[in-house]
Structure formats: C-alpha cells, structure tokens
C-alpha cells in the first residue's frame, strides 16, 4: 500500500514537472472562433514607393493579427490605372488600393466607403502567461474616426477632400504641396540674395533672370511658367494662382465656376487674372517673358541649369539629385500674393482605400486605420521622405532639411474637387491656355469655354 502511494507520487510529479517545464497550454476556442481568425491575404497595390516604406506597418499589424497576411505591390506609374482596371474586370483586383486625391470622382463607385464612426469587429488571438498558458481568441472593436477625430488628426483639406455624404472613400499616409525650387548659383550670379517670398519678388526677379541671345532665343529662362505641355505641373499651378487670387474654383455640387466673378464684386474675375497673370509668363511683349511652347521640358531644362526656378512637389528632390548631382539647388515656400492676408497652397496628394469588390473589407479597413496611427505614420514619411498630413507630424518635419519647405505648407495647403474625369480637366486646362497663346480665343472665351467642357462630363 505504501509502494503504491510512493509510486503515484512519483508519476504525478513526473507529469507536473513536464507540462510545466514544456509550457503546457490550454487553447480555448470555439469552432466559431477558429473561422474568425482563418487565414487571410490582403492585397495591396500602389503606385508609388517601394514596399520597404511599408514594411513597419504591415509587421506591426501582422503582430496584432498574425492570421491577416499582407502582399504589397508597387506598379509603375504609367502602367497603374490600367491595371487597376484590366484586374478588377477579370475579378482578380487588389483589396486595398491607392489613388490620387483627384481620381476620386472617377473611382468612387469602386470604392467600399467607410462610415464615421463605423464600428469594424475583428478577432485575434491572446495568449496569457504564466504556469498554464491559455490561448484564447477574443473579439474587438476597431472604430473609425468621427468628423472632430479627421479634422484633428490631418491637415485641413484632407477632410472636406475624402468625406462624401458622409463617408470615407480613402485616408492619407503623406500629403505633397507645390514648393519653389531655385537654382541657387543662378540666383547669386544674379546678385539675388534671396528667393522670393510674394508674387511682387518673384517678378522682379523673373525680368533680372531671363537672358536672350542677339536672334531673342533663351540663353536662360527666369522660369517656366505660362505653357501646358512642356510643363508638368501646369494645372496644379493655375490652380494655386486662381486659389490664391480668391476664384471659387467650384460649387457646392462641383460645377466648375473658375470663369465666374467674385459675388461681391461683379466686375472682377479672378481667374481670369490668374490665367492672365500665368500666360503672361509666355507672352513675348511682357517684360517677364520667360517661356514658350518651344522650350524643353521643364524638369530637364531646370537640371541642365536653363532656368533659375522651378515649381514642383518633394518627387523633384530625388529626380534632380539623380539627373543632375551637381547641381547647386534648394528650394523654399511658393510665393504668396504681398497684400493678402491669407497663406494659400496647393496640394496634390495619394488616399488609401478599399475596393468593393474586396472579400475581406473589414479586415483591409482595419488595416489601413492601423497605418494612420501616428506612429505608423511617422515610419512611412521617415522612410518615403514624403511630407506628412497628420497635424501631429509637422513639427517633427520641420526639423528635416529637405522636407521643411513642405511640412511648413501643408497646414494651407488647398485642392478642388475635379470631377469625374480628371483627365479632362488637365485637357481642358491644356486647351484653355493655349488657345489664348495661340491667338484663337481671348481669355474670358477660353477660361469659359474650359469650364463649360468641364461640367458636362460631370
């Protein structure tokens, strides 16, 4: 009798001694709870950075749920649209996606929206522990921001730009702002001590920086300014022109009212002064005659060191490094109107968002709320060098040499909501200004005729 209570003893502390030492575990789930946390592959398809800019991200969020894969796929620019496109035809298309602010019109029935304050439920695994680890599977509301929430978390015209009857079609990682470039020898050749901070400046600088041969041809270009298709950025500067000289670009329904008079002062258009101001760049009888149709592109004849200026976004900073490593170049704010009061510019920027066709929408919604947590963030725009959208990133920005000019702009910064079809906006700008250069139409026939082209299609 006692043999075999030593023996049992010994067998029981035997067995505790093994589970203990093995970590013994006690996994509590229902067959209900498994199918919450089966295996699923999100994919995510960009058309900019490479996936190391994500890769933070996409660890963090695998760790909080290590059932949700992520597959990212950067496309080349040129090739994105169309195969977005050609996969969402043949069912095979990404669950998240990105799009330039202004492709929103175009893609918004593409788009699985989320609502203010939407309450998204997601399961993960917890394990706890201790002696006997438990591992259980708990459910957890993820809660999407309110209006209050957006407009503290992200600059201002993010809101007003991805909120539609309220909703939300996409939410921002960066938010990229036209800024100046200025090719510094040029400009202390020049005797100019700095770059210009009003419009006033910029002219004057502009008639000291253009050089002609003894035939009138360009030896160098103030800037290129007043053309469409040898500049690349044409439409997002008239537009900052026409913002800042107060033109309602606009309407509440999104007609397009850019050819209007102020409603205060019936007599003044104000884009029709800033498309006048604009092509009087390219106008051979002003004495800030700087650019024509003829001129190289505007990114080549800014690195080959033609022109002392040159209005672009923080993608400028890495081309012109690499086209040109010798250049002596920096770069500053755009340059306001002197006597106003108020600091406008302009932003060009890329939303996250989801695909209705997804088969996992609540899951791809999840992610992307976890990639707009500050500290994600904060890990994109370090390793994107892109300028932030998040109000709390700024002053960390402001600290960077080359991202300072940005991050200091984009609490001002504006853009207009462009329709349905984008593309015809950048054709009818195109059309606006060089028909006036090329004699066809005066300016208020043509700023007009553009607006009207505009509203038809949306």
């Known amino acids: 009798m006692i043999k075999f209570k030593s023996t049992r003893f010994i067998v029981i502390f035997f067995v ?57 796929r950067s496309l080349r620019p040129e090739e994105y649209e169309q195969a977005l496109l050609e996969a969402w035809a043949e069912d095979r298309g990404p669950d998240i996606f990105s799009i330039p602010q202004n492709w929103l019109g175009k893609y918004q029935t593409k788009i699985l929206p989320l609502g203010l304050s939407q309450e ?65 020898d040029i400009l202390n050749e020049a005797g100019i001590i700095r770059p210009p901070q009003n419009w006033q400046e910029f002219v004057d600088q502009a008639r000291i920086l253009n050089l002609w041969d003894q035939e009138g041809n360009f030896l160098r270009s103030a800037v290129p300014l007043g053309t469409a298709k040898n500049i690349e950025n044409y439409p997002d500067i008239l537009s900052l022109l026409m913002l800042q000289n107060g033109t309602s670009v606009v309407n509440e329904t999104g007609q397009a009212i850019f050819d209007q008079p102020l409603p205060q002062d019936p007599d003044y258009f104000p884009g029709e002064e800033a498309l006048r101001f604009y092509l009087s760049f390219a106008n051979p009888s002003q004495d800030i005659y700087s650019w024509n149709q003829d001129m190289p592109e505007s990114l080549n004849a800014f690195t080959q060191g033609l022109t002392g200026f040159l209005f672009g976004y923080s993608n400028y900073l890495n081309l012109i490094k690499e086209q040109a490593p010798k250049l002596n170049f920096d770069l500053t704010k755009v340059p306001q109107i002197k006597e106003s009061l108020k600091e406008v510019n302009y932003a060009n920027y890329w939303m996250e968002t989801v695909s209705k066709k997804s088969q996992h929408p609540e899951a791809a919604w999840a992610f992307l709320l976890h990639a707009i947590e500050p500290i994600n963030a904060k890990t994109f725009v370090e390793r994107a060098k892109k300028p932030t959208a998040h109000r709390s990133l700024i002053q960390f920005q402001l600290e960077d040499f080359d991202l300072m000019p940005f991050a200091s702009s984009v609490l001002t910064a504006q853009t207009w909501y462009q329709g349905k079809s984008y593309s015809l906006v950048k054709e009818s700008f195109q059309e606006m200004i060089e028909s006036v250069l090329n004699g066809q139409k005066t300016i208020k026939e043509a700023i007009k005729y553009a607006a009207q082209r505009i509203n038809l299609t949306n």
């Open 120 to 184: 998204i439920l997601m399961a993960r695994e917890v394990v706890s522990e201790g002696i006997q680890k438990e591992v259980k599977v708990i459910e957890e509301k993820k809660k999407a921001p309110n209006l209050r929430q957006l407009k503290e978390t992200f600059v201002e015209t993010v809101p007003q730009d991805i909120l539609k009857e309220g909703k939300i079609y996409g939410l921002p990682l960066s938010l990229d702002v036209l800024a100046l470039y200025y090719n510094r």
């Open 16 to 72: 505790m001694t093994v589970l203990i030492s093995s970590g013994f575990s006690c996994r509590c789930v229902s067959n209900e709870m498994e199918e919450k946390i089966a295996p699923i592959n999100l994919v995510y398809w960009r058309a900019t950075d490479s996936q190391d800019a994500f890769l933070e991200i996409i660890k963090s969020f695998r760790k909080k749920y290590p059932h949700i894969s992520v597959t990212y």
